[in-house]
């Protein structure tokens, strides 16, 4: 079954809904957003979500919510959570990225590896769950 095509790889996660996917579009710019159905496999077709990345997005989930994470056109990180619908990007106050990036979600915190911006380092922060 195609869904689609990209330019990176997609990033995906798994909830009670189904199955998340998200993607870099084609123009190398923009986020798109998909979700197959866990029980129907109905795919909802992709839907342009706001802003954009010059880097392949990376997602997680706790099996409920799923949690976006993209390097901005800024290089900052940007996170986005959606449960019934998506929370709206908010972003993370340490540091900058030269490359794509790395999200996983812990028992109260994202866990977040980046590339730095001299373009060899690894820098590692963790965002809580409840803003801090």
Request: net charge positive; charged share 15%; proline share 4%.
């Amino acid at each position: 079954m195609s869904l689609g095509s990209t330019i990176d790889s997609p990033s995906a996660a798994i909830t009670d809904a189904g199955l998340h996917i998200v993607v870099r579009g084609s123009d190398g710019r923009s986020i798109w957003y998909t979700r197959l159905d866990r029980y129907s496999f109905q795919f909802s077709g992709w839907r342009q979500l706001p802003g954009s990345t010059p880097s392949a997005p990376s997602m997680t989930s706790d099996g409920y919510r799923v949690w976006l994470a993209v390097r901005g056109m800024d290089n900052r990180v940007y996170v986005n959570a959606l449960a019934a619908s998506w929370g709206g990007w908010r972003r993370v106050p340490t540091g900058s990225t030269a490359a794509g990036l790395a999200i996983e979600l812990g028992s109260s915190v994202l866990h977040l590896a980046v590339i730095g911006t001299d373009g060899k380092s690894i820098w590692y922060a963790q965002l809580g769950l409840d803003g801090s």
